[in-house]
């Protein structure tokens, strides 16, 4: 299992969920609180994936099920399908593998979860469709999704947008709809080479894929006539990562940039490259997320710090996601990131 749902606007990103037993969890509710998560189907995700990650994989399986009465979401099935073959139910696990594709997920391929049904006629049949749909999809235009600030002709500024493993232009465009309103920007979403449903891509880190992205900055800059004085980036988790890159090994594209839940790599961001000494990194991260994230994020300070470069680097009690308040993160941000 690989897929989770994002709480605050239905993205699915690569994440391990830091976690207590679902058990435990259960005891310390109230009766009031136990009727509440039974009828939220989030909740009843999150405590799937605890169930998932302590091994109490039919129970996993159940709740997810449980979820899919609330919603119809294609990762609830798959999830579903995971748990159900790692517990030894073959029957269940080919039903919502089946569902999930019914639902329109296609990304099957390379998951361990799958290996008790890997040679079960009824979910070859599900690899096969799957591979036609995923190719078929990912043969679709790319082009950047351009979305103008509510009653504005004349934007002051640009906003691209880089989605989370399993995200979209359109969802994570709507994400920041609000924000690009208030702040009289205009949106450039772009979109992820591979897909898992017509509504969810994720990226390949490839070289080929970087310069498309630089290519549409470009191409949009020049057409909206934005420069790098009011061009500004950021990113989710897989799309927090390529903002650190991008935004670095390309400073001279922008004024500020701000990864969210983005992974710095050392090894994988040259920071000789940064032209811009002037580049401003707002980085949010989630106590709660990954160790590694954060122990890449005091690296990021160190490197900053030595090059000189301006971070402010914000940690907030939250997981995998975005702050409950970010759109007046957002506003923060964009203020100093105004400042000279």
Not at 183 to 189: E, G, Q, T
Not at 265 to 277: F, G
Not at 278 to 289: A, V
Not at 308 to 335: C, Q, R, S, W
């Amino acid at each position: 299992m690989k897929h989770h749902l994002h709480s605050a606007f239905f993205l699915l990103v690569l994440a391990s969920l830091t976690c207590t037993s679902s058990i435990m969890a259960q005891e310390a509710e109230t009766p009031a609180h136990q009727a509440e998560t039974l009828a939220n189907p989030q909740a009843l995700y999150d405590h799937a994936m605890e169930a998932y990650e302590i091994g109490e994989f039919q129970h996993a399986g159940e709740l997810l099920v449980q979820a899919m009465e609330f919603r119809s979401h294609p990762v609830d099935a798959y999830n579903a399908a995971c748990s159900f073959a790692l517990a030894g139910n073959t029957d269940e696990a080919l039903k919502y593998a089946e569902r999930s594709l019914e639902l329109g997920w296609v990304n099957f391929e390379g998951d361990k979860d799958f290996d008790s049904i890997r040679e079960e006629p009824r979910f070859k049949a599900v690899l096969k469709k799957a591979a036609a749909q995923k190719k078929a999809l990912e043969a679709l235009p790319k082009d950047p999704l351009i979305s103008m600030p509510n009653g504005s002709t004349k934007p002051a500024g640009m906003l691209v947008l880089i989605h989370g493993y399993g995200g979209s232009p359109s969802g994570f465009t709507a994400f920041h709809q609000q924000i690009a309103d208030e702040n009289n920007l205009m949106l450039v979403a772009c979109r992820g080479t591979e897909a898992s449903s017509e509504e969810a891509f994720n990226w390949n880190y490839s070289d080929e894929e970087i310069a498309r992205i630089l290519n549409d900055i470009e191409v949009v800059s020049e057409k909206f006539k934005m420069g790098p004085s009011n061009t500004f980036l950021s990113g989710f988790s897989q799309g927090g990562y390529l903002t650190l890159k991008i935004g670095l090994e390309h400073s001279e594209l922008f004024r500020g940039i701000m990864p969210v839940a983005g992974m710095y790599s050392q090894e994988r961001i040259d920071l000789e490259k940064v032209k811009n000494k002037n580049i401003k990194i707002f980085s949010i991260l989630g106590e709660q997320d990954r160790p590694d994230y954060m122990t890449n994020g005091a690296k990021l300070q160190e490197d900053c710090k030595e090059k000189g470069l301006k971070l402010k680097y914000n940690v907030y009690d939250i997981g995998h996601t975005h702050p409950a308040n970010f759109n007046e993160i957002f506003a923060e941000a964009l203020k100093w990131f105004a400042e000279k």
